[in-house]
């Protein structure tokens, strides 16, 4: 899995959801980059899905890809 974070704060959003909304947490940021798609931002909508994407990254146990 590949994944680009833009920066922080995308990593204290995704802790912040995972915090409040435990195994729902990846439902929650999905639900936000659809709000955003609907309202017409498409870089709230680019964010809350790569946060997504962080959240499913996050919750396996175990590392994912090359370990250097």
């Known amino acids: 899995m590949s994944l680009y974070v833009a920066d922080r704060s995308s990593v204290v959003a995704a802790e912040e959801l995972i915090a409040t909304f435990g195994d729902d947490a990846g439902f929650e940021a999905a639900a936000r980059a659809d709000k955003s798609r609907d ?12 946060i997504e994407r962080l959240i499913v990254l996050m919750s396996i146990a175990r590392a994912v890809g090359t370990i250097h």
């Open 39 to 50: 309202l017409g931002n498409h870089l709230h909508f680019c964010r809350w899905r790569q």
